[in-house]
């Protein structure tokens, strides 16, 4: 029996037709990125059975939701799911323990498979029980109606654009939270967004809608550094590798990390180090990352690492970007390096060749 979240759906509406064929982790964070109207709430909506015209299949972990050959249509209260949207939804007349309890109370008996209070510790939220939601603030509001919907037992959890609604200071607030999701959660959470800062830090697999259509589906690191996807074009366009803490230099603040294709050092995030051994991951994008044929010397730039140049494209007027691998490992990592066309005629830049990338800026994003 598969363990996989499976969404085959044709959907047709005034000037837009959804049509994507999808087979999704069984667990962790599913990102539907793309840009408005490319079908992220629609692909939401077929999985939570609100959209009766879709004709296709919905599976969750084996079990058929929905089948329009064989005519099988769950309807939406017998789908264990939880859906979190924009807008956190609260019972403003409830406390915060009560809101929970009704999440709680309308799943079943025999389908509960956590107790009401599952998500407090996720969510950093056991202090706001008896507080009223008219007394939170917007970041503990989306925490306070996640914690709901997992208060009903879901086997996958849909959450569309829970961020869209929050300013930056509460986004900041509520993003540590969303990060513990692909790591403590055994169900799949399929997460809408547009926004390439919460691809970086939540995605483990991402799915690239267009038009109504997947342009692909994988895991996040390998579909962010191939330069025939739209992932990998603009001033977002960024690498991500994971890395594991190795040490730390309290006297200049910075922390070593170590991956497949070497070493980073990168400033101290907070004055409490990580433990030796934490894994972490951290996107560097590529225009922080300049190219050269030797191994640059008296340099201020901290860190530069091996690279083999795997691909090159013409991107901006006057700019290529050029994809490199870090390491000789089956699974290498990737780096992106956005330079002027300039600078690669005079490097020769092709594949093939042996550089050095000299990167001048590291962000640890998760």
């Given at each position: 029996?598969?363990?996989?979240?499976?969404?085959?759906?044709?959907?047709e509406?005034?000037?837009?037709?959804?049509?994507?064929?999808?087979?999704?982790?069984?667990?962790?964070?599913?990102?539907?990125?793309?840009?408005?109207?490319?079908?992220k709430?629609?692909?939401?909506?077929?999985?939570?059975?609100?959209?009766?015209?879709?004709?296709?299949?919905?599976?969750?972990?084996?079990?058929?939701?929905?089948?329009?050959?064989?005519?099988?249509?769950?309807?939406?209260?017998?789908?264990?799911?939880g859906y979190?949207?924009?807008?956190?939804?609260?019972?403003?007349?409830?406390?915060?323990?009560?809101?929970?309890?009704?999440?709680?109370?309308?799943?079943?008996?025999?389908?509960?498979?956590?107790?009401?209070?599952?998500?407090?510790?996720l969510?950093?939220?056991?202090?706001?029980?008896?507080?009223?939601p008219?007394?939170?603030?917007?970041?503990?509001?989306?925490?306070?109606?996640?914690?709901?919907?997992?208060?009903?037992?879901?086997?996958?959890?849909?959450?569309d654009?829970?961020?869209?609604?929050?300013?930056?200071?509460?986004k900041?607030?509520?993003?540590?939270?969303?990060?513990?999701?692909?790591?403590?959660?055994?169900?799949?959470?399929?997460?809408?967004?547009h926004?390439?800062?919460?691809l970086?830090?939540?995605?483990?697999?991402?799915?690239?809608?267009?038009?109504?259509?997947?342009?692909?589906?994988g895991?996040v690191?390998?579909?962010?550094?191939?330069l025939?996807l739209p992932?990998a074009?603009?001033?977002?366009?960024?690498?991500?590798i994971?890395?594991?803490?190795?040490?730390?230099?309290?006297?200049?603040?910075?922390?070593?990390?170590?991956?497949?294709?070497?070493?980073?050092?990168?400033?101290?995030?907070?004055?409490?180090?990580?433990?030796?051994?934490?894994?972490?991951?951290?996107?560097i994008?590529a225009?922080?990352?300049?190219?050269?044929?030797?191994?640059?010397?008296?340099?201020?730039?901290?860190?530069?690492?091996?690279?083999?140049?795997?691909?090159?494209?013409?991107?901006l007027?006057?700019?290529?970007?050029?994809?490199?691998?870090?390491?000789?490992?089956?699974?290498?990592?990737?780096?992106?390096?956005r330079?002027?066309?300039?600078?690669?005629?005079r490097?020769?830049?092709?594949?093939?060749?042996?550089?050095?990338?000299?990167?001048?800026?590291?962000?640890?994003?998760?």
């Amino acid at each position: 029996m598969s363990s996989e979240l499976q969404l085959t759906a044709r959907l047709e509406r005034p000037g837009f037709v959804l049509d994507v064929d999808l087979r999704l982790p069984a667990r962790g964070v599913s990102v539907l990125f793309g840009p408005s109207g490319s079908g992220k709430t629609s692909c939401l909506r077929v999985l939570a059975g609100l959209e009766p015209h879709a004709k296709g299949v919905v599976r969750v972990d084996g079990e058929v939701w929905q089948d329009s050959a064989q005519r099988v249509m769950l309807p939406v209260h017998q789908r264990a799911l939880g859906y979190v949207f924009q807008e956190a939804s609260l019972f403003d007349h409830l406390n915060v323990r009560d809101n929970l309890m009704f999440g709680f109370r309308r799943t079943p008996h025999e389908q509960r498979r956590h107790a009401w209070d599952h998500g407090l510790e996720l969510l950093g939220i056991a202090h706001l029980l008896d507080r009223s939601p008219l007394d939170l603030s917007g970041g503990e509001r989306q925490r306070v109606a996640i914690a709901r919907a997992l208060a009903t037992s879901p086997r996958v959890l849909l959450m569309d654009e829970p961020l869209a609604a929050i300013d930056a200071a509460r986004k900041n607030e509520i993003l540590p939270w969303l990060e513990q999701l692909h790591e403590r959660l055994d169900i799949p959470v399929v997460y809408v967004t547009h926004s390439s800062d919460e691809l970086a830090r939540l995605a483990d697999h991402v799915v690239l809608l267009s038009g109504g259509r997947a342009l692909c589906s994988g895991p996040v690191m390998e579909l962010m550094t191939r330069l025939d996807l739209p992932l990998a074009r603009g001033d977002a366009a960024a690498a991500l590798i994971e890395a594991n803490v190795v040490g730390h230099s309290p006297e200049d603040c910075l922390s070593e990390l170590t991956f497949d294709g070497g070493r980073l050092l990168l400033p101290q995030v907070s004055s409490a180090a990580l433990p030796q051994g934490t894994p972490v991951r951290v996107r560097i994008q590529a225009r922080d990352v300049s190219l050269s044929l030797q191994a640059p010397e008296h340099s201020s730039v901290l860190n530069v690492l091996r690279a083999t140049v795997v691909d090159v494209v013409e991107e901006l007027p006057g700019q290529v970007l050029v994809g490199l691998q870090l390491g000789d490992r089956a699974r290498p990592a990737r780096l992106l390096a956005r330079i002027s066309q300039l600078s690669a005629r005079r490097l020769g830049i092709a594949p093939g060749q042996a550089v050095f990338a000299q990167i001048k800026g590291v962000a640890m994003v998760r």
